[in-house]
């Protein structure tokens, strides 16, 4: 069955530096997201992406945050400069059409010390 | 804006209990509501779901019912198991613009059965 794909897992990095986090959404699918879960928290929608722009984002999807779909398969994240709050795990989602069910990716834990 | 609250846990049950998690939306539309579950060390998977007022989701045994008069959708078990262990989170999409809008999620519910 096909499934939505994050790497890495997890990822460590100091307060100031770049981050990358990259997906693989389904194949066939053309929606594709990105959500937040602070530990104990909420699961949060940050950005959704369709025909290669940003379709919806929410407060939290500043000038840090930016999203890409630099190939046919990848779709990634970047925080230009993380903060100690961007500590997170962050889900990359994709669906067929807006609106319909979307699946989700493992996650990719964010430690920023 | 949309909102969705769920009963606060850890909800702690053992095996062959009933089961049911509530959940509570608001929504400025029309919004399709799903039940998704992390069990430990995955990701979120769609458990189930229901687009319209009165349909029932389910899967694997649970059932929700989309109710609006209560603007709820909770989710029911009749006997749980071990294996049901997870956190469940309740959504909803509001996507009365036609595009691709964000799920909001409740904060979870861990539901640990004891055997």
């Known amino acids: 069955e096909p499934e939505v794909t994050q790497t890495p897992s997890h990822q460590v990095t100091q307060m100031g530096q770049e981050v990358i986090l990259r997906c693989v959404p389904i194949s066939n699918h053309l929606y594709f997201y990105w959500y937040r879960q602070i530990l104990g928290q909420k699961v949060e929608f940050l950005v959704s992406f369709y025909n290669n722009e940003i379709s919806e984002k929410s407060e939290i999807f500043d000038d840090q945050f930016s999203v890409e779909r630099p190939d046919g398969s990848n779709f990634t994240l970047k925080i230009r400069s993380t903060k100690l709050e961007d500590s997170a795990m962050y889900f990359c989602?994709?669906?067929?059409?807006?609106?319909?069910?979307?699946?989700f990716g493992p996650g990719t834990r964010l430690t920023v010390l | 804006g949309d909102s969705v609250t769920q009963m606060e846990g850890p909800v702690t049950l053992s095996e062959e209990a009933f089961l049911t998690i509530n959940c509570t939306y608001t929504a400025t539309g029309y919004p399709s509501l799903f039940w998704y579950v992390q069990y430990p060390g995955e990701g979120l998977q769609l458990l189930l779901k229901?687009?319209?007022?009165?349909d029932k989701g389910s899967n694997k045994g649970f059932e929700a019912t989309y109710r609006k008069e209560t603007t709820s959708f909770h989710l029911e078990k009749g006997s749980v198991q071990v294996s049901d262990s997870a956190v469940y989170f309740c959504a909803l999409s509001d996507d009365s613009g036609g595009g691709a809008d964000g799920l909001t999620f409740g904060k979870g519910t861990h539901l640990i059965i004891q055997p």
């Open positions: 989602a994709s669906n067929t059409a807006g609106g319909g069910t979307q699946y």
């Open positions: 229901a687009t319209k007022a009165d």
